[in-house]
């Protein structure tokens, strides 16, 4: 079949009988939850997107330490939050197969770092196997449940983002069927790690990861091909690119390459032996110099004086992603190759591409709460410390409701930290699924410290940016879906103590900004819930759609809905603004902001026709 990467991953952990899996939803990761999920509904798979990252490995652990296949997946800073039970699970070990998927991100294409997750997997102590080609990601699932019983260690699974956004023909194998009960053995002497049994299983860890090596050392999937002088060593994607280029560059009977597929614990004896037969080594690896470092010691203890080089002087870098062009290009510099770099193609004449930075989608109910906040605080010196979501864009003019973000629910954190120390008025903002996934904390915070800031929620029913995924405030019937719980928000808000808390329908301007000016003029921490669903998430489930709305001829081309909201419904024709039908969702918030009146709802004739 043809499948993307992360339908290889998925497909490849049904084939391994896994029979728990848990997520928090994070790109690039997010399609091997959704495979899962909806495989979930057909067969006696459990799967849970759980509130955020750390749970989902809790969960997951419990159900491995009862000898249950689990998986959890996330992307690279998910492992962050999932670090804390992560390293002493190390400790703790389990029973049955547990894979830990992080997806990293070279360049950062939905991201705010580019982490390299390999070292996660030193500092835990814990075997990493990555896998550089869409079979492999299919394939390399199954080996790591295996090798996760043999260690009884959950295993890291690191992939790229170009390995889980890539598609390629995968040959299936055969189903195992999944154990989905398991039994829970008290033995509190080796699970509970107080520091006298912490001591004694972090003997029993490194034991473990000595046998982890032996083990890399026969993997399969650490290899060497060719038998020249020049070694390359190398992981992950790059290891297509490199393939590639000493193909191209006819140096196939000069060099040797050694890929590393279970590339944590190292195979010291297999890269010592590697690095006897050759005369230099070049280590391509995207990231950090994860493996480079550990060539270099490696040589050393083994007293060879071969370069080794990969990050140093103009050779790789540590940024962003690498491709066959880079890598072939350095090969050749570093073995002294003749190499001419292959011409651009000549575009010259052609029309440059119409640029489309981020933004918020037409009806985005959040730039509806923003241009409110706005009005609100007109007058106001503020300050908008904004968190991870669709919102994050709000960074963009003309709404500019962004000037500072750390992490997954940092804005209601570091609100406290600006109104503590500034005289300025602090707006932050958060979603939903965010404020569930680590927001509840900082709020808490805010309460018992007595901070003085507003915190705007903006609800719209679902986890928006990583494709509309399920979490705990989210209307599972709307998805035809039984069985769940669910959390209103403003409940929780008030349980916290909160005295000034106001739910608004961002829709409805005028509105909103009384009821937002009202919040940030209270004195102490204030809450204002912005509810409306995406837009986009509402015509997935199919909810009645409003009309689109047009700019008529009584419009005085004051430009105000323009250059005051921005919505990418809006273009100029002929200096005049004009809406376009087939993406305004006819929230109606530019006709509020029109001065006189001129944006009107089209026609039910006209729209029915449309």
């Known amino acids: 079949m043809l499948l993307l990467g992360n339908e290889a991953i998925a497909r490849g952990a049904i084939e391994a009988g896994v029979a728990f899996a848990s997520t928090y939803p994070g790109t690039p990761s997010s399609e091997i939850s959704l495979n899962l999920f909806q495989m979930s509904h057909e067969s006696d798979l459990y799967f849970e997107y759980s509130t955020n990252e750390k749970v989902s490995i809790e969960v997951a652990a419990a159900a491995a330490k009862s000898g249950v296949r689990s998986m959890c997946m996330m992307k690279h800073v998910g492992l962050n939050v999932a670090a804390d039970p992560l390293i002493t699970l190390a400790y703790i070990g389990v029973k049955a197969g547990m894979v830990v998927i992080t997806a990293d991100d070279p360049f950062m294409f939905s991201s705010q770092n580019e982490q390299d997750n390999r070292y996660y997997a030193k500092l835990a102590g814990i075997p990493l196997v990555e896998p550089s080609s869409t079979q492999e990601a299919k394939d390399l699932i199954g080996y790591a449940f295996e090798l996760s019983e043999k260690l009884n260690e959950p295993v890291i699974f690191r992939t790229t983002t170009r390995i889980n956004h890539s598609s390629g023909i995968v040959e299936l194998g055969p189903i195992t069927p999944p154990v989905t009960r398991g039994d829970f053995t008290k033995d509190p002497l080796n699970l509970v790690p107080v520091p006298v049994v912490a001591r004694k299983l972090h003997v029993k860890l490194l034991k473990n990861l000595e046998t982890g090596r032996e083990l890399a050392e026969k993997s399969e999937y650490n290899f060497t091909r060719g038998d020249g ?212 904390p900082g709020l808490v915070n805010a309460v018992f410290n007595s901070h003085n800031y507003t915190l705007v929620i903006l609800d719209n029913g679902t986890t928006a940016m990583t494709g509309h995924q399920p979490h705990p405030g989210v209307d599972m019937t709307k998805l035809n879906l039984d069985g769940y719980g669910r959390i209103a928000i403003e409940p929780v808000v008030r349980a916290l103590g909160i005295q000034h808390v106001t739910t608004i329908k961002p829709y409805k301007v005028k509105k909103s900004i009384e009821a937002i000016r009202e919040a940030i003029l209270y004195d102490g921490v204030s809450v204002v819930i912005s509810e409306e669903i995406c837009a986009l998430y509402s015509k997935a489930i199919k909810e009645k759609q409003r009309r689109p709305f047009y700019v008529s001829d009584k419009c005085k081309d004051h430009k105000n809905c323009l250059m005051e909201l921005a919505c990418p419904a809006f273009y100029v024709w002929e200096d005049r603004v004009k809406i376009d039908p087939n993406m305004c969702t006819g929230c109606a918030v530019c006709a509020q902001v029109c001065p006189e009146n001129a944006i009107l709802p089209v026609k039910k004739e006209t729209a029915a026709a449309k």
């Open 229 to 440: 002088p020049w070694g390359i060593i190398c992981n992950g994607v790059s290891y297509n690119y490199v393939d590639d280029a000493v193909r191209e560059l006819g140096i196939e009977d000069k060099t040797t390459v050694l890929r590393l597929g279970f590339s944590y614990p190292l195979p010291e004896d297999l890269i010592k032996g590697f690095l006897e037969k050759c005369e230099k080594v070049l280590v391509v690896e995207e990231g950090e110099p994860f493996l480079e470092e550990a060539t270099k010691a490696f040589a050393h203890e083994a007293s060879l004086s071969i370069p080794v080089n990969g990050k140093t002087g103009d050779l790789f870098s540590r940024l962003y992603e690498y491709n066959p062009a880079l890598v072939r290009k350095c090969i050749a510099q570093y073995f002294g190759l003749p190499y001419t770099e292959i011409k651009a193609t000549d575009v010259s004449g052609i029309p440059d591409i119409p640029q489309r930075p981020p933004t918020l989608c037409a009806g985005c109910s959040h730039r509806a709460t923003f241009y409110a906040v706005k009005k609100a605080a007109e007058g106001m010196e503020t300050i908008y410390p904004s968190d991870i979501g669709c919102y994050t864009l709000g960074l963009l003019p003309p709404l500019s409701t962004a000037d500072f973000l750390v992490c997954m629910g940092s804005s209601a954190g570091t609100a406290c930290g600006f109104a503590q120390v500034t005289d300025k008025k602090v707006i932050a903002f958060i979603g939903d699924s965010t404020f569930f996934h680590s927001g509840i």
